[in-house]
């Protein structure tokens, strides 16, 4: 599977209005905002990739945050996240950009977000590392990055990973799938998704290669308890903050 057709389930206009929704009814969840007002100050120029509808842009925005630039990959998700910008009439800049091939200099930004698991939505252990150096290469050096993502080793998940090893071992994993820890499956609403459950120790690795020193580590159940629309919306996740050394 390669990066657009991952893609494919974020075109759909249900998927994108999920997202759009999820602006108001949910915003910024409370980790967020306690991470986000600890590491940058609201005159930072700070990179939002994965936008989506642009819940996260839109959430510091009203913070007082006025130099985030919100992008996706997903020319559907940057039309909503424009959409909903102006309907507000805020002044958050929305672009299409791929994390993996970023438009910008070296040294541009100040500081750099990729929420609610979309880097761990790009197929490939390469390409996610690209989107690492991308990243890195961005920012300046001292910048803060924060992303989430989905965790191998979470509670309760033990089993299911027992035995998706046993057909790896067997050569009878999904086929469409390329790293373990990749799933592709059919969700409740049947469309199709991708999703990579990262183990917290390759992901360190590729941090550190990329340019990155982790600093913290955590699943959002250890930082805050989310109201239950943040539950709803997403179940844990583990958050990485990560500085550009
Ligand atoms: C789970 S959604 C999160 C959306 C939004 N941040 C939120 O929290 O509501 C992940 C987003 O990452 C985007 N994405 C996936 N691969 C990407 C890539 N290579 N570059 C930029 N964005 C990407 C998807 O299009 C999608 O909008």
Known sequence: MDISEAQTYFQQATVVDHYARAVSRVGLWKSEELIFKRLFQPEQSILELGCGAGRIGIGMWELGYQRVLATDYCKEMVAEARRINQALEYGVPVQQADATNLQFEDGEFDGAIFGFNGLMQIPGRDNRFQAMQEINRVLKPGSWFVFTGHDRNRHGRKSFWKEERKLWMKGQQNPMIQDFGDLYYEND????????????????????????????????????????EVRDFSDDTRFWVVQKV
């Open 189 to 228: 609403d049947g469309y199709w998704m991708f999703i990579h459950a990262a183990d917290s120790k390759e992901v360190t690795a590729d941090l550190e290669e990329a340019g990155f020193r982790v600093d913290v580590s955590a699943l959002r159940s250890e930082i805050c308890l989310e109201p239950p």
